[in-house]
């Protein structure tokens, strides 16, 4: 296969999973085996996924350039609009020439809509356009956020939206701190954290093949770190990919790990046995399983809108709508009640989500304790979280776009300790 039809299959995968995302609502990561069938490079499915990722990251300011260059508006599924953001993005934001970003898309458009894209790329580029420093976010979520948390949070979430995030890691030994991160070249926000600011191949990290350390974004350390260390039995729900099962294990605790999904159970395994730490790991379904007995630590990493993880996961911005949103939240209510009563009295929970809606978080939590009088909140204090994180009134976190900016960001989260009345 000769360079130019090699470039073709990788735009024509990328049309495919761009396709997939926006009108058929598939997240990004799991449309990509499928779209990327016959494509038997990982380079290839890499340069796919980072053309998808940034088209979705900038599918605001490249609809504009594209609108403002045809004389009536092509439809947001129509094939020339879909290849014109993937040669747009290239030559704007991945640094691809400008032949080669239009040599490899005009082959999956025909008669009329190729001249098309042929016309307005070219007249685009002649006119030397440029994309905005920071994104425009999807007006429905600019709207939804700007309600709940404010202008200066949209301003900060099409900021932190600019680029992926830097790479975070867990350690298994917080001992260590201060020597992994001089030895990997990062910087640390609080004990058993390092930030590397250069992304590559996880697997060729130094440590890897150790165990040493574990991906996972600072933020979603928090739920586990609030836990805090124990000789007692502990559950992780929805535990899978596992990073919250390690800190739990690591801690000391004797770990029960549930989740659903086989796959991303045998994805916990492999950390668990990469990282020599143990728990007991069990495929179901937290409404057909119960425990033997109550625990004195719940961890609920419940299912929601993962609207927190924009930054790695830009295809949430354009996928979830609120109906999704008060779907889910219902599904995290219904969870929340069932597993309260597998904590001992006097044990405690922490309930998270990786969403920035209210729905999700504060309102949760807010009707759970009213409903349930045995728990009360276990406030966070200063000193569990890093300069810059600062404690909601309630006692709980609410990790937003715009904090620790300086450091490189951090997804957002919601995450409630509660205490169980003894």
Same mark, same amino acid.
């Given at each position: 296969?000769?360079?130019?039809?090699? !470039?073709?299959? %990788?735009?024509?995968?990328?049309?495919? $999973?761009?396709?997939?995302?926006?009108?058929?609502?598939?997240?990004?990561?799991? !449309?990509?085996?499928?779209? #990327?069938?016959?494509?038997?490079?990982?380079?290839? @499915?890499?340069?796919?996924?980072?053309? %998808?990722?940034?088209?979705?990251?900038?599918?605001?300011?490249?609809?504009?350039?594209?609108?403002?260059?045809?004389?009536?508006?092509?439809?947001?599924?129509?094939?020339?609009?879909?290849?014109?953001?993937?040669?747009?993005?290239?030559? =704007?934001?991945?640094?691809?020439?400008?032949?080669?970003?239009?040599?490899?898309?005009?082959?999956?458009?025909?008669?009329?809509?190729?001249?098309? %894209?042929?016309?307005?790329?070219?007249?685009?580029?002649?006119?030397?356009?440029?994309?905005?420093?920071?994104?425009?976010?999807?007006?429905?979520?600019?709207?939804?956020?700007?309600?709940?948390?404010?202008?200066?949070?949209?301003?900060?979430?099409?900021?932190?939206?600019?680029?992926?995030?830097?790479?975070?890691?867990?350690?298994?030994?917080?001992?260590? #701190?201060?020597?992994?991160?001089?030895?990997?070249?990062?910087?640390?926000?609080?004990?058993?954290?390092?930030?590397?600011?250069?992304?590559?191949?996880?697997?060729?990290?130094?440590?890897?093949?150790?165990?040493?350390?574990?991906?996972?974004?600072?933020?979603?350390?928090?739920?586990?770190?609030?836990?805090?260390?124990?000789? !007692?039995?502990?559950?992780?729900?929805?535990?899978?990919?596992?990073?919250? #099962?390690?800190?739990?294990?690591?801690?000391?605790?004797?770990?029960?790990?549930?989740?659903?999904?086989?796959? @991303?159970?045998?994805?916990?395994?492999?950390?668990?046995?990469?990282?020599? $730490?143990?728990?007991? %790991?069990?495929?179901?379904?937290?409404?057909?399983?119960?425990?033997?007995?109550?625990?004195?630590?719940?961890? $609920?990493?419940?299912?929601?809108?993962?609207?927190?993880?924009? @930054?790695?996961?830009?295809?949430?911005?354009?996928?979830?709508?609120?109906?999704?949103?008060?779907?889910?939240?219902?599904?995290?209510?219904?969870?929340?009640?069932?597993?309260?009563?597998?904590?001992?009295?006097?044990?405690?929970?922490?309930?998270?989500?990786?969403? =920035?809606?209210?729905?999700?978080?504060?309102?949760?939590?807010?009707?759970?304790?009213?409903?349930?009088?045995?728990?009360?909140?276990?406030?966070?204090?200063?000193?569990?979280?890093?300069?810059?994180?600062?404690?909601?009134?309630?006692?709980?976190?609410? =990790? $937003?776009?715009?904090?620790?900016?300086?450091?490189?960001?951090?997804?957002?989260?919601?995450?409630?300790?509660?205490?169980?009345?003894?």
């Amino acid at each position: 296969m000769d360079g130019l039809a090699a !470039g073709v299959a %990788v735009r024509l995968a990328a049309l495919r $999973l761009l396709d997939a995302v926006l009108r058929r609502g598939q997240p990004l990561e799991a !449309g990509l085996p499928g779209a #990327t069938r016959g494509l038997t490079r990982a380079d290839d @499915r890499a340069l796919v996924h980072a053309i %998808v990722a940034e088209t979705l990251r900038r599918l605001g300011d490249l609809d504009a350039l594209i609108d403002s260059a045809t004389q009536r508006p092509l439809p947001g599924d129509a094939k020339a609009r879909m290849a014109l953001r993937i040669a747009l993005v290239q030559a =704007l934001a991945l640094g691809t020439p400008g032949h080669a970003a239009i040599a490899t898309v005009l082959p999956l458009v025909d008669g009329g809509p190729r001249k098309l %894209v042929h016309g307005v790329f070219g007249a685009l580029m002649r006119k030397q356009v440029v994309l905005p420093a920071s994104p425009s976010l999807p007006a429905p979520v600019a709207a939804r956020w700007a309600r709940a948390w404010g202008e200066a949070m949209v301003r900060g979430a099409a900021n932190a939206l600019a680029k992926p995030p830097a790479l975070d890691l867990t350690l298994g030994d917080a001992a260590d #701190t201060d020597v992994m991160a001089a030895r990997l070249g990062g910087i640390s926000l609080m004990p058993g954290h390092v930030r590397l600011a250069v992304r590559g191949a996880v697997p060729d990290i130094d440590g890897y093949g150790e165990g040493t350390w574990w991906v996972q974004d600072l933020a979603a350390s928090f739920p586990a770190r609030l836990i805090g260390p124990g000789a !007692g039995t502990a559950i992780d729900l929805c535990a899978a990919p596992g990073g919250k #099962t390690l800190q739990l294990a690591a801690a000391g605790w004797t770990v029960t790990a549930v989740d659903s999904t086989k796959s @991303r159970v045998a994805r916990l395994r492999d950390n668990l046995t990469r990282t020599g $730490l143990s728990a007991d %790991v069990v495929t179901a379904d937290a409404f057909d399983w119960a425990p033997a007995m109550p625990a004195d630590a719940l961890l $609920l990493d419940a299912p929601c809108s993962a609207t927190g993880i924009f @930054r790695r996961h830009p295809d949430v911005l354009h996928r979830v709508r609120d109906t999704a949103i008060a779907e889910l939240a219902e599904v995290q209510a219904q969870l929340l009640m069932r597993a309260a009563d597998w904590v001992r009295p006097g044990g405690r929970l922490v309930y998270v989500t990786c969403s =920035l809606e209210p729905e999700e978080g504060e309102e949760q939590i807010g009707r759970f304790l009213s409903q349930r009088l045995d728990y009360a909140i276990e406030r966070v204090s200063p000193g569990e979280v890093p300069p810059g994180i600062a404690v909601a009134p309630q006692g709980w976190l609410r =990790l $937003l776009p715009g904090m620790l900016v300086d450091a490189g960001g951090c997804d957002g989260f919601f995450v409630a300790r509660m205490r169980r009345a003894a």
